[in-house]
């Protein structure tokens, strides 16, 4: 099987799942997104610097690049072509689509009946003055395309508040105001994977509000309750994610929110943490 790993470069977790892939009898080579082809009623030839991954068995996706939006769309459009032609993609294109918007991951999970932060969605400066004020003045401000914690900020005093809300408005950027939930300085990250949770570890603030790996949190293993397994799956069912990197939060009373489902989930601290071998179980997946 030759499997075509979506990236942006050859870091960790590209070269973990070519040696997965090896150790398994396939061939997974990293093709950078940006330079992905595509015809249409004649043939593209394909070369090192234009793919156009008509010849892969199945994809996995490890990013998403910044471009413009037409490039966004034809890069989703260049997977949904693949999975209707039957060449499986991890994570499936709508899955991938839902959880990189915030704010449609947010609203899946809410309407599947799951506790999330009080959030704020606008484009205006007034509005989230509003909200501001409204969730009660102690606000994560997040980008709503954004990942490992990258750009957000905590807000709690009105004047910086409205400095960030107004210079946030200038860049034509949507506002994603989340009311900040108290926590003891820690969350659970569970890696979920075809319906069962694989692994999962506590990460650690380093002395910061933020929980996660890539801003200096330290994770360990742990094995989670019935419930909390439970709650991890149900939340990646309801994006419709097959790989999912769950974080689920404590409440100041005892309750629970899912914080964020990730489609392109990193497992360079859970698996040296937890011993299992994540990148090897990805790809036996898709053969």
């Keep these: 099987m030759r499997i075509a790993l979506l990236s942006g470069g050859d870091g960790w977790h590209i070269r973990d799942l070519i040696r997965a892939a090896a150790e398994l009898g396939h061939v997974a080579e990293?093709?950078?997104?940006?330079?992905?082809?595509?015809?249409?009623g004649t043939d593209a030839l394909p070369t090192p610097e234009a793919p156009t991954l008509d010849d892969v068995d199945a994809v996995i996706v490890r990013t998403m690049p910044p471009g413009s939006l037409e490039q966004v769309v034809f890069r989703m459009d260049?997977?949904?072509?693949l999975a209707a032609r039957g060449v499986p993609v991890l994570n499936p294109p709508r899955a991938l689509e839902v959880c990189v918007d915030k704010y449609l991951a947010l609203n899946r999970l809410s309407a599947a009946g799951m506790r999330v932060p009080?959030?704020?969605?606008?484009?205006?400066?007034?509005?989230?003055?509003?909200?501001?004020?409204?969730?009660?003045?102690?606000?994560v401000i997040k980008p709503i395309f954004g990942s490992e914690g990258r750009g957000m900020v905590r807000v709690t005093d009105p004047e910086i508040a409205w400095r960030t809300f107004r210079t946030i408005e200038r860049t034509q950027s949507v506002?994603?105001?989340?009311?900040?939930i108290p926590h003891p300085g820690w969350?659970?990250?569970?890696?979920?994977?075809?319906?069962?949770?694989?692994?999962?570890?506590?990460?650690?603030?380093?002395?910061?509000?933020?929980?996660?790996?890539?801003?200096?949190?330290?994770a360990?293993?742990?094995?989670?309750?019935?419930?909390?397994?439970?709650?991890?799956?149900?939340?990646?069912?309801?994006?419709?994610?097959?790989?999912?990197?769950?974080?689920?939060l404590p409440g100041p009373d005892g309750e629970w929110y899912v914080i964020e489902v990730?489609?392109?989930?990193?497992?360079?601290?859970?698996?040296?943490?937890?011993?299992?071998?994540?990148?090897?179980?990805?790809?036996?997946?898709?053969?």
């Excluded at 506002?175 to 900040?180: K, N, S, T």
């Design 30 to 40: 990293p093709v950078d997104f940006r330079r992905v082809v595509a015809a249409v």
């Design 118 to 139: 009080e959030t704020v969605v606008c484009q205006h400066v007034d509005a989230a003055v509003a909200a501001f004020e409204q969730l009660g003045q102690d606000v």
């Design 187 to 218: 969350d659970l990250r569970a890696f979920v994977l075809d319906g069962r949770v694989l692994a999962a570890v506590r990460r650690l603030g380093n002395g910061d509000w933020r929980t996660n790996v890539a801003q200096g949190a330290r």
């Design 78 to 81: 260049r997977l949904h072509a």
């Design 262 to 287: 990730n489609a392109v989930p990193g497992w360079r601290a859970l698996a040296p943490a937890t011993g299992v071998d994540v990148a090897r179980l990805m790809i036996e997946h898709l053969g």
């Design 175 to 180: 506002l994603y105001v989340q009311r900040f």
């Design 220 to 248: 360990e293993p742990v094995t989670l309750s019935g419930e909390h397994e439970a709650l991890a799956i149900s939340a990646a069912e309801a994006v419709g994610v097959i790989a999912a990197g769950v974080d689920l």
